[in-house]
């Protein structure tokens, strides 16, 4: 699966949210994903989903 660098500028208000994000990025508790929660018609759908929203940003 190719992959797509971009920049997106993100702004967090929240207090509560600034704190959950640091807690994510400082986190070294990487879970993979549970492929018994998801069948294989939905990952197969959340992977075209990504790629319609990838090809529309390249169009942007």
């Avoid at 797509?4 to 807690?23: Q, W, Y």
């Avoid at 294989?40 to 319609?52: C, K, M």
């Amino acid at each position: 699966m190719a992959t797509v660098s971009f920049d997106k500028n993100i702004i967090i208000r929240e207090p509560e949210a600034i704190e959950k994000l640091i807690d994510v990025l400082l986190s070294e508790d990487v879970k993979p994903v549970n492929k018994k929660l998801a069948s294989a018609e939905e990952i197969a759908r959340g992977e075209e989903i990504l790629r319609r929203c990838l090809s529309l940003s390249k169009n942007s």
